[in-house]
């Protein structure tokens, strides 16, 4: 009994690492953290940006670290200045989890060189998450003005 057990421990341990790595589009894989730096809005009122950054965490056991998403928003949002934590709801298409104290949003981006990303926020996530929520009036072009 014991070979056919580690055969299904085998088998069990294939399936995860393949779930874990499967194969997305290389562009969404490209803009999972595309988005860090600071960014503007040219079309938006003046002086607004904000920075998307990653904040290292010991956990404590051992050489494994975690990362925390953070961002800062000036005059972006609706906000004068705010602090934000993100985290990735999705790769595919590529979808950020974001939180405002308790306002929660979801933001679909797109990288489109290194210096532009298309992104569009907003509060339903059933429609942020969708295919092509980028095609949509209110997706926007934000510009690099930091790394």
């Known amino acids: 009994m014991r070979p056919r057990v580690n055969w299904f421990i085998f088998l069990g341990v294939l399936l995860l ?8 589009s290389p ?3 490209d803009d999972q953290f595309a988005m860090i730096g600071t960014w503007t809005d040219e079309a938006g009122e003046p002086g ?5 950054y990653l904040v290292e965490r010991d ?3 051992g050489p494994i670290k ?4 953070h961002a800062t928003l000036v005059k972006f949002l609706g906000k004068e200045t705010a ?3 993100w985290n990735s709801g999705s790769r595919d298409p590529s979808v950020v989890n974001f939180s405002i104290g308790k306002q929660n949003w979801y933001i679909q981006l797109r990288k489109l ?4 990303i298309l992104v569009r926020f907003g509060r339903n996530a059933e429609e942020i998450y ?3 929520a980028l095609e949509h009036p209110d997706a926007k072009v934000l510009t690099r003005i930091a790394r």
């Open 130 to 132: 969708r295919n092509g």
């Open 17 to 24: 690492i393949f779930v874990a790595f499967r194969p997305g």
């Open 83 to 85: 602090k934000a934590n």
């Open 59 to 61: 956990l404590g056991t």
């Open 27 to 29: 562009a969404a894989a």
């Open 48 to 52: 607004n940006s904000i920075r998307f």
């Open 113 to 116: 060189d290194e210096d532009h």
């Open 66 to 69: 975690a990362f925390e998403g």
